[in-house]
């Protein structure tokens, strides 16, 4: 059992020092990985073919993973140990405050905390005694305060009581925050190699949590901002010292890097904490159902399903496939860092609640001279992600094209719940409504870190139901943090006119395929605008009155561009005009933009 002795005693700056020492290593090992990703692995692409190019390129995602990982155990110890320092500096104190206050009372303390007193000369001494000192233990009656000894005849007993039983209290309390965080230090440790594994990915997934319950006094979860606007979100940020910005970042990464308003850099390598670990989490559920069985079987009756790939499935194994491969996805747009002058990536958001969702940028949106965010529409989610990101990516290609000398951020963002079925699920507005208050803090969140809405040029692009969610976000007067819009086969924004939209009128453009169905799905169901007006086609008449419009439409009134892409997905199609108008909006490039 230490004694009061060696608390008093304890030089517990060493603990921060320490602590310092693995914060030290925590920043070099998270700016190594972003060297590896944005400065390393791009001249592969261009020195290295064949074997030896696949080689080099599995190293370099090896050494990233690697970075990675001692970016996040690293931080844990140190945070650990501040911690740790933090609540013994707590009872060190209190500890002297009790001792002070038995100097000031020219109190004795003993060796065994045992405080001895003189006896109080205010009270009349039985005949024949003489004056003598006493000695107080703890353990006195609680509340321990000065003067209850007076019920015993000296008020000197009850002050020495209150002082030997702080005295307890603060060693007590120093053994027990010893024994709390001696334990999570020796498991804080990784095995020898240089291989990351998911096991220790998982690893790190419990050490995150046991660190996280004992420091809970010294940093809490609950001073994260929730809820609150990207403009509040960056002043609490601003309000922290560096060191505990980083202490965040590794203990609550998932948080962080869903925190719109902060820092890019600092979202990105929050979340790619957070993509890490639930990689190694589905993996290992998935593994846990054993290898997928084959979907259907022959039967006498013919081809039927297969009953053990229904119970597979029923128990996650496509879900689990699916995050799997949105989570691949992304890696591989990491990995595609430097190909044809594309820029690093930032991950901006992640997670795998209800069908997942991602938010990756091309480029550093908090630098860009011009952004992009793309809104997907029915069936997004993280499990296919792929073709949204590619997209991005082809977008990006374009816009840079047409802006020499500028910088361009290109943003997917699956940051909703989409719609996951045409029928019936994209018949409903819920979808869009619920969606555009998040939408609309991410836009504010960029604008912030930006530095104000003159900034950066930002064009907001929506695709089939995601144009609808932008129509949503875009009906609150004012209050849309983006300066164009552009949409692709829309089904309709909930207003009648472009002028309804934040950005005006002037400022709305529509591409439509002449074989997408999907604008005229979409009035079926109910999911552009009403205005009174007359509906033309080629400038000539043929409907008036109350009508319905979306914004292919000559009567929504937004700019129509050319498309020579057919189908509804077909607008990114690399060299078409459809994706070259896109372009020309994103680089504020309004004179290349082709009319139909």
């Known amino acids: 059992m230490p004694t009061w002795q060696q608390l008093r005693d304890a030089k517990l700056t060493e603990y921060e020092d320490a602590a310092d020492g693995w914060g030290t290593v925590s920043n070099r090992a998270d700016a190594a990985r972003i060297r590896v990703d944005q400065e390393m692995a791009a001249p592969i692409h261009t020195t290295q073919k064949g074997e030896a190019k696949t080689a080099a390129q599995h190293d370099m995602t090896r050494l990233s993973r690697n970075y990675q990982y001692l970016h996040g155990e690293c931080g844990l110890v140190r945070t650990t140990l501040n911690a740790l320092a933090a609540e013994l500096i707590d009872a060190q104190k209190k500890l002297q405050q009790a001792l002070d206050d038995?100097?000031?009372?020219?109190?004795?303390?003993?060796?065994?905390?045992?405080?001895?007193?003189?006896?109080?000369?205010?009270?009349?001494?039985?005949?024949?005694?003489?004056?003598?000192?006493?000695?107080?233990?703890?353990?006195?009656?609680?509340?321990?305060?000065?003067?209850?000894?007076?019920?015993?005849?000296?008020?000197?007993?009850?002050?020495?009581?209150?002082?030997?039983?702080?005295i307890r209290q603060a060693v007590s309390s120093a053994v027990e925050i010893d024994n709390r965080y001696a334990g999570i230090l020796r498991r804080l440790k990784a095995p020898d190699g240089l291989e990351v594994t998911d096991d220790m990915l998982m690893d790190e997934v419990r050490d995150m949590g046991e660190v996280r319950k004992a420091t809970g006094k010294y940093l809490g979860k609950e001073h994260i901002p929730h809820?609150?606007?990207?403009?509040?979100?960056?002043?609490?940020?601003?309000?922290?010292?560096?060191?505990?910005?980083?202490?965040?970042?590794?203990?609550?990464?998932?948080?962080i890097g869903a925190l719109d308003g902060i820092p890019s850099a600092v979202r990105d390598s929050s979340n790619r904490i957070v993509l890490d670990e639930a990689r190694a989490q589905v993996q290992q559920k998935?593994?846990?159902?054993?290898?997928?069985?084959?979907?259907?079987?022959?039967?006498?009756g013919g081809m039927v399903r297969n009953p053990e790939w229904t119970a597979w499935d029923a128990m996650g194994g496509s879900k689990y496939t699916g995050q799997l491969e949105g989570m691949k996805a992304i890696q591989s747009r990491f990995d595609g860092t430097g190909v044809d002058g594309l820029p690093p990536a930032y991950l901006l958001g992640f997670d795998v609640k209800g069908n997942g969702h991602v938010i990756l940028a091309n480029g550093n949106p908090d630098t860009a001279d011009n952004t992009a965010v793309y809104v997907p529409g029915t069936k997004s989610k993280l499990a296919g992600a792929h073709g949204d990101i590619k997209r991005m990516q082809d977008v990006w290609d374009a816009s840079h094209s047409l802006a020499p000398g500028k910088?361009?951020?290109?943003?997917?963002?699956?940051?909703?719940?989409?719609?996951?079925?045409?029928?019936?699920?994209?018949?409903?507005?819920?979808?869009?409504?619920?969606?555009?208050?998040?939408?609309?803090?991410?836009?504010?969140?960029?604008?912030?870190?930006?530095?104000?809405p003159d900034a950066s040029h930002t064009t907001l692009i929506g695709h089939s139901y995601g144009?609808?969610?932008?129509?949503?976000?875009?009906?609150?007067?004012?209050?849309?943090?983006?300066?164009?819009?552009?949409?692709?086969?829309?089904?309709?924004?909930?207003?009648?006119?472009?002028?309804?939209?934040?950005?005006?009128?002037?400022?709305?453009?529509?591409?439509?395929?002449?074989?997408?169905?999907?604008?005229?799905?979409?009035?079926?169901?109910?999911?552009?605008?009403?205005?009174?007006?007359?509906?033309?086609?080629?400038?000539?008449?043929?409907?008036?009155?109350?009508?319905?419009?979306?914004?292919?439409?000559?009567?929504?009134?937004?700019?129509?561009?050319?498309?020579?892409?057919s189908g509804h997905s077909g607008y990114w199609r690399e060299d078409s005009t459809s994706i070259g108008n896109q372009a020309a909006v994103v680089a504020g490039r309004y004179d290349q933009v082709v009319d139909p």
């Not at 000369?121 to 003489?130: E, I, N, S, V």
């Not at 590794?250 to 948080?255: H, K, R, V």
């Not at 079926?524 to 008449?541: F, M, R, S």
Request: glycine share 12%; hydrophobic share 35%.
């Open 102 to 166: 038995a100097a000031d009372l020219k109190f004795t303390v003993n060796e065994d905390g045992s405080v001895e007193y003189p006896q109080s000369t205010q009270l009349p001494l039985a005949a024949g005694a003489t004056a003598g000192n006493g000695v107080a233990k703890p353990g006195a009656p609680v509340p321990f305060l000065p003067g209850a000894g007076e019920a015993q005849g000296d008020p000197n007993k009850g002050k020495a009581e209150d002082i030997a039983e702080r």
């Open 286 to 300: 998935l593994d846990a159902l054993g290898p997928e069985p084959s979907k259907t079987i022959i039967t006498a």
């Open 227 to 255: 809820g609150a606007s990207p403009a509040e979100n960056r002043k609490w940020w601003d309000g922290l010292t560096q060191e505990q910005r980083e202490e965040y970042q590794t203990l609550f990464p998932a948080e």
């Open 407 to 452: 910088s361009t951020c290109t943003i997917t963002w699956i940051g909703y719940d989409a719609p996951q079925s045409i029928v019936p699920e994209a018949m409903e507005k819920h979808w869009a409504y619920e969606g555009a208050p998040k939408l609309n803090n991410f836009l504010e969140g960029l604008q912030t870190v930006q530095g104000g």
């Open 467 to 565: 144009s609808t969610t932008v129509g949503a976000a875009s009906k609150a007067p004012g209050h849309l943090a983006a300066d164009d819009i552009v949409v692709a086969g829309s089904p309709g924004m909930l207003v009648g006119d472009a002028s309804d939209l934040d950005v005006g009128k002037d400022h709305v453009w529509a591409e439509a395929a002449r074989d997408d169905m999907v604008p005229l799905g979409g009035k079926t169901a109910g999911l552009g605008g009403y205005k009174w007006g007359v509906e033309t086609w080629h400038g000539v008449p043929y409907n008036a009155g109350y009508v319905q419009t979306v914004p292919s439409d000559e009567a929504f009134g937004a700019h129509r561009m050319a498309v020579d892409t």
